[in-house]
């Protein structure tokens, strides 16, 4: 079955403390990306990977890192969590193609930073 | 002002009806997405529009790309449609997408 796995689906946690959220998906697609969804500013984006070892910046990627070493993989990588990172995150991915490609997402991470 | 504004931003609607929500966009692009969320958070790409117009069930969507509007149509709407509806722009010559804040929508049996 085609799908983007998220892994936590939730997570609580304390501030400083790191973490990673990882993404998967199995249909090789060249482009990635990681969203936040916070009540009243709808979903942003933090950062996105057009293929392996090319990352670029979204609209909101302060705080956050991430690494494309492999093609399925994108993870999240929180250095030190604050508070104001606590969201609902989505990862998604699709091909490269700018006409045609529709987004495929996972199923959220709900991380709340104490 | 946002980049990609919707509206409504809430609608109720009985059983059966037809429903109709818009979305005004101000900077140029590429594509235009649909999204629905469902209570519980799981996004699923309605549609993808880069001109015209595109049907899938009950669902139509249409994009003008000169008045830089497209609207989402739901025929015979049922309770099963109650979701969030994003509307999402691609820009020109990127992958980076701008979300709109959502349409709330519930059916009423």
Not at chain 1, 35 to 44: E, K, M, S, V, W
Request: with cysteine.
């Amino acid at each position: 079955e085609a799908q983007v796995t998220q892994n936590p689906r939730y997570l609580i946690t304390v501030t400083g403390k790191k973490l990673t959220v990882t993404c998967s998906q199995n249909m090789n697609h060249e482009y990635m990306s990681w969203y936040r969804q916070d009540p009243g500013l709808g979903l942003r984006q933090i950062y996105y990977s057009m293929n392996v070892e090319v990352t670029d910046k979204g609209d909101v990627p302060e705080g956050y890192k991430v690494s494309r070493k492999e093609k399925r993989n994108f993870p999240l990588i929180l250095e030190s969590p604050s508070p104001n990172q606590t969201s609902l995150y989505f990862c998604a991915s699709s091909r490269r193609d700018f006409k045609t490609n529709e987004q495929f997402f996972g199923p959220g991470t709900r991380l709340t930073v104490l | 002002k946002n980049e990609v504004e919707q509206s409504p931003q809430n609608l109720t609607a009985q059983e059966g009806e037809f429903i109709t929500i818009n979305c005004s966009y101000s900077v140029g692009i590429s594509a235009l997405h649909w999204l629905q969320q469902h209570p519980g958070g799981g996004i699923v790409s309605l549609f993808m529009l880069s001109s015209g117009k595109k049907k899938h069930g009950r669902l139509i969507a249409t994009i003008n790309i000169q008045e830089k509007h497209s609207s989402l149509h739901i025929t015979a709407s049922h309770p099963r449609d109650s979701a969030v509806y994003i509307c999402a722009v691609k820009g020109g010559a990127t992958n980076k997408l701008i979300f709109g804040t959502g349409t709330l929508l519930a059916v009423q049996p």
